[in-house]
T-cell receptor, first 113, second 116 residues
Framework: SQKIEQNSEALNIQEGKTATLTCNYTNYSPAYLQWYRQDPGRGPVFLLLIRENEKEKRKERLKVTFDTTLKQSLFHITASQPADSATYLCALDTTGGYNKLIFGAGTRLAVHP | NAGVMQNPRHLVRRRGQEARLRCSPMKGHSHVYWYRQLPEEGLKFMVYLQKENIIDESGMPKERFSAEFPKEGPSILRIQQVVRGDSAAYFC??????????????FGAGSRLTVL
């Protein structure tokens, strides 16, 4: 069966450390993988997109890797800040830009001062 | 730029009533998507629309749910004869046309439906 899995438990880290979130999927062949941030009571906000032929993408303190052999994406936030506390969602686009995204349930990140 | 506007933000309905959720896409965006999020679950795709056309409604329940995106006005997600299981957050998202090369969704703040 097709699955997309993110760490269900909350990730607690100390301010200044690097947060690493994992997204694993099975039985999908995504053309793109996207990461979104969602705050309580708000809609998701786009962070990064990585294509199937890309290994790594960076944006300021954010880094995403995409391993289509392992069927895994890692999302890193370096020099984390309490303001980074939120739920982070990974989403697969198997339609090549059609935007019918398949979302994971998200991982809640808490950055403590 | 006001972004994607959804209303109402909160809606309470009794079983059997109708719920209408509205979405105005971001300026310049012609593609609208509706997603549903149940507590502790990921967002689930419901329907993808362009102006006056339903492109993909494979995520929509076959009964009681309908969506439209008329030539003028917002997109509407309509749920008839609501049941308790319809209680969820409904998110609308928009994107530019396919030829723009952008594959990113801009989401609204969501409409939270509670069915009593």
């Amino acid at each position: 069966s097709q699955k997309i899995e993110q760490n269900s438990e909350a990730l607690n880290i100390q301010e200044g450390k690097t947060a690493t979130l994992t997204c694993n999927y099975t039985n999908y062949s995504p053309a793109y993988l996207q990461w979104y941030r969602q705050d309580p009571g708000r809609g998701p906000v786009f962070l990064l997109l990585i294509r199937e032929n890309e290994k790594e993408k960076r944006k300021e303190r954010l880094k995403v890797t995409f391993d289509t052999t392992l069927k895994q994406s890692l999302f890193h936030i370096t020099a984390s800040q309490p303001a980074d506390s939120a739920t982070y969602l990974c989403a697969l686009d198997t339609t090549g830009g059609y935007n019918k995204l398949i979302f994971g349930a998200g991982t809640r990140l808490a950055v403590h001062p | 730029n006001a972004g994607v506007m959804q209303n109402p933000r909160h809606l309470v309905r009794r079983r059997g009533q109708e719920a209408r959720l509205r979405c105005s896409p971001m300026k310049g965006h012609s593609h609208v998507y509706w997603y549903r999020q149940l507590p502790e679950e990921g967002l689930k795709f419901m329907v993808y629309l362009q102006k006056e056309n339903i492109i993909d409604e494979s995520g929509m329940p076959k009964e009681r749910f309908s969506a439209e995106f008329p030539k003028e006005g917002p997109s509407i997600l309509r749920i008839q004869q609501v049941v308790r299981g319809d209680s969820a957050a409904y998110f609308c998202a928009s994107s530019p046309g396919e030829r723009s090369g952008a594959n990113v969704l801009t989401f609204g703040a969501g409409s939270r439906l509670t069915v009593l």
